[in-house]
């Protein structure tokens, strides 16, 4: 069982994989031909029962029901998915359909089932790699995809194993949370942002190719917080976490390229637990874009300063 995706103005049906390069370079897994679709426009990536869609900073953009694709977005059966001019159907062959159901949109959105949500603390992480697009347009989009693959596996390895919960990848980032906020937790995600932002990362295979072929160098960074977030499902079948917090952590680890430090975190993650004092250092207190009042943040120390 799988998803296609199905074109509008033909009529072809194109079977998704695992993981799905769109665009219009030659070597791309699903290339078409359009002049409003970039040479790694999108991803669409199985996880599990759900495929979710990233917009790789595309010209001209990704949309799903005519609304922009801005962070990983979970396809649901009948979606209208439009790549430049190109616009298909997402036919989910895995998902329970009701019988009268059809591929209309508005009358899919009727189907969609409002679960209960819940508020907890939770610890969050945000990662992202440096300079994707800038390094991306110097690459083949095969090797887009194979530094992506890896870069995701390498995510999982990592967060998984410390128990994290990976809510979404979005193209070149990933986001990740633990419910609760424990001193034990704190330490785990302390160890994953290291793990993935360290010298060791980037001596997996791609990355090493890229240096050692390409004299290219890719880093990722890391923001980590503590925050209230709205965790649970938001529809059938979406699981997600949600709130200020979040949108906070993703705001800190922006921080990281003006500050040139590889893992910042926010006041709240260090409060209350003494020892992480020892392991981070004050980093100040910064404006970051939609706030109201700036963050402070704190830098984790044994990294050396990373040129951006």
């Given at each position: 069982?799988?998803?296609?995706?199905?074109?509008?103005?033909?009529?072809?049906?194109?079977?998704?994989?695992?993981?799905?390069?769109?665009?219009?370079?030659?070597?791309?897994?699903?290339?078409?031909?359009?002049?409003?679709?970039?040479?790694?426009?999108?991803?669409?990536?199985?996880?599990?029962?759900?495929?979710?869609?990233?917009?790789?900073?595309?010209?001209?953009?990704?949309?799903?029901?005519?609304?922009?694709?801005?962070?990983?977005?979970?396809?649901?059966?009948?979606?209208?998915?439009?790549?430049?001019?190109?616009?298909?159907?997402?036919?989910?062959?895995?998902?329970?359909?009701?019988?009268?159901?059809?591929?209309?949109?508005?009358?899919?959105?009727?189907?969609?089932?409002?679960?209960?949500?819940?508020?907890?603390?939770?610890?969050?992480?945000?990662?992202?790699?440096?300079?994707?697009?800038?390094?991306?347009?110097?690459?083949?989009?095969?090797?887009?995809?194979?530094?992506?693959?890896?870069?995701?596996?390498?995510?999982?390895?990592?967060?998984?194993?410390?128990?994290?919960?990976?809510?979404?990848?979005?193209?070149?980032?990933?986001?990740?949370?633990?419910?609760?906020?424990?001193?034990?937790?704190?330490?785990?995600?302390?160890?994953?942002?290291?793990?993935?932002?360290?010298?060791?990362?980037?001596?997996?295979?791609?990355?090493?190719?890229?240096?050692?072929?390409?004299?290219?160098?890719?880093?990722?960074h890391v923001g980590?917080?503590?925050?209230?977030?709205?965790?649970?499902?938001?529809?059938?079948?979406?699981?997600?976490?949600?709130?200020?917090?979040?949108?906070?952590?993703?705001?800190?680890?922006?921080?990281?390229?003006?500050?040139?430090?590889?893992?910042?975190?926010?006041a709240p993650f260090?409060?209350?637990?003494?020892?992480?004092?020892?392991?981070?250092?004050?980093?100040?207190?910064?404006?970051?874009?939609?706030?109201?009042?700036?963050?402070?943040?704190?830098?984790?120390?044994?990294?050396?300063?990373?040129?951006?």
């Amino acid at each position: 069982m799988g998803a296609t995706l199905k074109s509008v103005e033909k009529g072809q049906e194109i079977v998704l994989e695992d993981f799905n390069l769109i665009g219009r370079s030659p070597d791309a897994s699903i290339r078409l031909l359009d002049g409003g679709v970039s040479r790694q426009h999108a991803t669409i990536r199985r996880d599990g029962q759900l495929f979710w869609v990233s917009d790789l900073d595309s010209a001209n953009g990704s949309f799903v029901n005519d609304v922009a694709v801005t962070t990983a977005r979970a396809l649901r059966h009948g979606d209208r998915v439009q790549f430049g001019t190109s616009i298909f159907i997402f036919d989910s062959q895995d998902e329970e359909r009701p019988p009268s159901e059809s591929s209309n949109v508005s009358t899919q959105s009727l189907h969609t089932i409002a679960l209960p949500v819940k508020t907890v603390k939770a610890t969050l992480l945000v990662g992202d790699l440096r300079n994707f697009t800038s390094i991306s347009a110097q690459l083949s989009a095969e090797e887009v995809a194979a530094m992506l693959r890896e870069w995701y596996a390498q995510c999982e390895q990592v967060l998984k194993s410390r128990d994290a919960i990976i809510d979404k990848f979005i193209g070149d980032g990933v986001f990740a949370y633990w419910p609760g906020d424990d001193h034990t937790t704190r330490v785990r995600a302390t160890e994953a942002a290291k793990l993935l932002s360290g010298p060791e990362a980037g001596n997996s295979p791609k990355r090493k190719w890229l240096r050692e072929n390409m004299n290219l160098e890719v880093h990722c960074h890391v923001g980590l917080n503590i925050g209230d977030v709205a965790l649970g499902a938001m529809g059938r079948g979406v699981n997600t976490a949600v709130g200020e917090a979040v949108n906070v952590t993703f705001r800190i680890e922006s921080l990281t390229r003006k500050l040139q430090v590889p893992v910042l975190a926010g006041a709240p993650f260090l409060q209350g637990w003494p020892e992480g004092r020892q392991l981070y250092q004050n980093a100040g207190i910064h404006p970051v874009k939609g706030q109201p009042e700036p963050v402070e943040v704190y830098s984790l120390l044994d990294f050396p300063t990373v040129s951006l």
